[in-house]
């Protein structure tokens, strides 16, 4: 049976997509599907997004199975999809993929009755942009730590470790232009497989190492054997001449992160300023613009609050707050952990049973070893055994 669709004014294959739309339906449940015209140097022609109900694991697989032979049938399509659950974890990671590309404009059908329901609500975009913002930032200046990273190898002529440095750079950049430009990343090492996950969707990011070209092909495979034989292997060998090459195709590629990953924000921005006198509200800045029509008092309320209020910020996922926690450093920090440990071992051990004074002592010790995971500095932890994996096969 054939679905009911909509905004599709700008197509010229109006029969194939609805016969597309209708065979999806009609297979997967669906919620809503976004389309998205492919401009003439994109390598598709039409995107479909489709956000399709919440599945067990075992019948997704086989409704992800179903769409991609499915659409393999349509080369000048390709498909995302999308469960709920699955959008709101990206979500609240901070990215605007789905803000950006998830529209009233671009929905072509909908199982719901009102069309302007989204996967996301529409009041969140402040937030939404300003966790993406802040994820932009962090992992942007973690790609260039590995680029730089690759300069004193470089000097010393250990051009082996460069490309380790340079892949890891490579790794990295490409997470992070798929998080904002497919709304999920591609789990595996290899920077090939990097380039062809991403190359379906977007051109620029697709032919970073043109691979017909035998020579850059080469260095495709050079640097994605670097990242486990420049440590395990002897064998390995990068020429000085190669790494210089590799390090031009590395600067690139940052050049254009910085540039297309911006401009994603920038959408969302944009969407913001052109809806702000509608529903969709800007959070107040920190100098908050007093507004006359509006009571004394409420004005006055206000200007405590950026006063006063600055502990608890609103954090991506809704209703949610993240707390500033403030310090002396990391040292300080493993003590604050060292010290929570040791309150909930002695609640546990404590001779009189921690029930005289806790009313549910196994939830609040659980609920306090939860917030300790919290503090652990992962991340940190994760770059100094990569720090001391590189000096400890560096000749001193």
Known sequence: MEQRTFNLEGTDN?????????????KVDTNHIYLTIGEEQEPYK???????????????????????????????CVVSYFTPTQIGEQESTGTTFFVNNCTKENLIYTCFEDRGLAPFDEKDLPRVLNSSRTYYEKEIEKVKAFRKGAVPFMDEGNFELAGFMFHQTLEMGYRLAEHFLLGHTHKGHSIREHQNFIGDRSSTFGKIFPQNIEEDLRLLNKLDKSYVKSRYSKDFMIEEEQADLIKGYVDMFILKLEEYMPNELDKCQRRIDGQSQSKIQVPLPQNIDINPNQSPLLNRLRELESKYCGTLEPFQARERYSLKLINGGYQETMLMITNLIKVCMMAIEYPHGASKWLQEPDIVIADTMGHILDLMPYDEMEFLDEVRQLLSETPS
Do not use: H
């Not at 109006?14 to 009609?26: H, P, W």
């Not at 039409?46 to 075992?58: E, L």
């Open 14 to 26: 109006l029969d194939e997509i609805r016969e597309i739309v209708s065979k999806v339906v009609e």
């Open 46 to 76: 039409y995107w479909f997004i489709i956000v399709t109900g919440d599945y067990a694991n075992r019948f997704r697989e086989e409704k992800e199975q179903f769409l991609k032979v499915f659409f393999s049938m349509y080369p000048d």
